[in-house]
């Protein structure tokens, strides 16, 4: 069984950074996250495969948000630059046994608890 842990979350305000990150305890071939807000349905954000340097984003956070990997730390990391209030939600990392970048919430295997990222106006 996979664990994945986050850290990072917090609170920032309108214009500000953080940066999110998510170890994995076992071998998956793709990570991403995935944020939800209140009342709302979980949503992609970006995923990374461990194979490649090419990276998924949803249009939302595409030029604010950069993912990466560290190979021999088993993490990726979420650099979130030009937070808006309409980004706060809490922050899930998820890892999936397939070597795709998928932005569907059902395609992964294995879920973090979640970090809470506020954006104040």
């Known amino acids: 069984q996979v664990q994945l842990v986050e850290s990072g979350g917090g609170l920032v305000q309108a214009g500000g950074s953080l940066r999110l990150s998510c170890a994995a305890s076992?071998?998956?071939?793709?990570m991403g996250w995935f944020r939800q807000a209140p009342g709302k349905e979980r949503e992609f954000v970006a995923a990374?495969?461990?194979?490649?340097?090419?990276?998924t984003y949803a249009d939302s956070v595409k030029g604010r948000f950069t993912i990466s990997k560290d190979n021999t730390k088993n993490t990726v990391y979420l650099q979130m630059n030009s937070l808006t209030p309409e980004d706060t939600a809490l922050y899930y990392c998820?890892?999936?046994?397939?070597?795709?970048?998928?932005?569907?919430?059902?395609?992964?295997?294995?879920w973090g608890q979640g970090t809470q990222v506020t954006v104040s106006s």
């Open positions: 076992g071998s998956v071939l793709t």
């Open positions: 998820a890892g999936r046994r397939g070597a795709w970048p998928d932005r569907l919430t059902t395609r992964y295997d294995y």
């Open positions: 990374l495969s461990w194979s490649s340097s090419s990276p």
